[in-house]
């Protein structure tokens, strides 16, 4: 076993999950760090109406990059029960064929974006005066959307067979030229236009890197052209597993578009503060994301292997760890919080609004922390489309009825927060009793 690989079927839990999680978390801050960077430099460089323009855009990225991250997971579930069972020419199988569907899964989305992003404009609701700006940015970053799904397809194929430093380094590579790009295009005067543009390039360095370092690999993970061949059998099992994650997501990043309606109607300065503001929870729920993402590959690996026992520790372990790693970050973010919103210039009521925003939101990250664990273990076991359901009837379900009862009543923007740690505490809930339904059905399995 190599140095960046981490073992998941012998030995402690704790250090290898945080081992895992640490740079998996990294990866996602710096997949954000795309578009945080762009939000920073133009906010800081260009104006009110460029921030607003991709603030504004910030809910359609996360549909994209959920959808994406969510067939991807399909992908390191398979791989990775292969790897845990010892089927290693499977493995090397289900690899290229998700190579194949990364390539395939970015030029639709592309195809498909480019001919919805006018429309989706108006139906959002985007004042007039940033609307030609906020399609300009979202057209212009789809034209990055297949470097986007290839990185995260073939970081997936890493992460199944426990190496998440590779992708991370690849990632940190590309995000450095997007800072640099993105600074030297305002010095040269190409706004908006040029800062995006230089997002797009950046998505291409960083599955290009990876896709070269995968052909470098010895043994399972070594990528050869030559060997892409459609196995309808590993596309099946992946899109079984990573449709109802990647529709989840789709679907409830649908509800964030709604509330970014909610927010857009309550004006420039409102939507100024909710952009500055969400860059701090996009830098914070990655690490909610990782510790789920290692119980999912830890439980799948180990579900390959036939370990029923060792699967339920890692649930117990990573929600314990991800509950408590969430708490400390909130105390960082909730002290740094206003001299970092003060960065992106905001007018004295836009800032008090994205501290709200903060308050609310991060301060109850905590209940994300523990529907993430609980359904990370359920997709390990093959089971992606229970948690999918859940999170759309708990969380989708109540933000809709809030916003359609609450805020209708009384529309504040506070009213438009407290939709989110009510929807959290709903798919605690829920999701709680479908975990404790498929740990029974896997004693009762692994039984017979």
Known sequence: MSRSQINMLEG?????????????AMIGILQQMFNTADIMVLGRFVGTEALAAVGNNAPVIGVLVNLFLGISLGANVLIARKLGGGRLKEASEAIHTTVLMAGLTGLFILVVGEIFAGPLMGWMGVPLEVREASELYLRVYLLGMPGMTLYDFLSAIYRSHGNVRTPLLSLVTASLVNIAGNLLAVCLGFGLAGVVTVTAIANYISSGLLLRLLRYEHGVLHFYPGAIRIRMEDIKEILRIGVPAGIQGM?????????????????????AASAAAYVLEINTYPFINAFGQAVTTFTSQNFGAGNIKRCLSVVKKGLTL??????????????????????????PDALELGMMRVHIIIGFYFLSSIYESLAASMRGF???????????????????LWLATVYEADPTFR????????????????????????????KRLSRV
């Open 322 to 347: 991800n509950f408590g790693f969430t708490c400390f970050l909130t105390v960082l973010v909730f002290l740094a919080a206003r001299p970092f919103l003060e960065v992106f210039g905001l007018e």
């Open 415 to 442: 009213n438009i927060m407290w939709c989110y740690p009510l929807s959290w505490f709903a798919a605690d809930v829920l999701i709680g009793a479908l975990f404790v339904w498929e740990m029974g059905k896997q």
């Open 251 to 271: 679907v409830f990043n649908f509800s964030n578009l709604v509330i970014q309606s909610a927010i857009n109607s309550e004006g420039p300065l409102a939507m």
């Open 12 to 24: 402690t839990l704790v250090g290898p999950i945080f081992q895992f999680a640490i740079p998996v």
């Open 382 to 400: 093959g089971n992606s489309l229970a948690p999918a359901l859940g999170m759309l009837v708990s969380i989708v379900g109540t933000r809709m």
